[in-house]
């Protein structure tokens, strides 16, 4: 006999590419308060950096913080991870 259990809910982030190594994410999920985006900062985004990776410049009020990465695909697919979905906005 399988169980299936509930799966966590999936959080949503939009990347946009600023230059090149440097995306702003926009978090897309609702959020209770700045408490809870930095909670999503600490617990879903900093486990997912690689070295020389960095997370800067989080701002409560548009919901965004600047990742600079040379790999942003290894950052995309350790989200997966993490139970975030990334749209990669043009």
């Known amino acids: 006999m399988v169980l299936n259990l509930p799966s966590k809910p999936w959080k949503k982030v939009k990347a946009i590419e ?9 978090v ?8 809870d985006f930095q ?4 617990k879903n985004f900093e486990p997912c950096l690689g070295q ?5 410049q989080s ?5 965004s913080i600047l990742l600079i990465t040379q790999d942003f695909d ?9 139970n975030v979905m990334v749209e990669l906005a043009n």
């Open 59 to 63: 701002n409560w009020l548009d919901r």
């Open 52 to 56: 020389g990776d960095e997370l800067s």
């Open 39 to 42: 909670r999503m900062i600490q």
């Open 18 to 26: 600023q230059t090149k190594g440097r995306f702003l994410l926009l």
């Open 74 to 82: 290894s950052f995309q697919k350790r989200l997966i991870f993490q």
């Open 28 to 35: 897309m999920s609702g959020l209770k308060d700045e408490a």
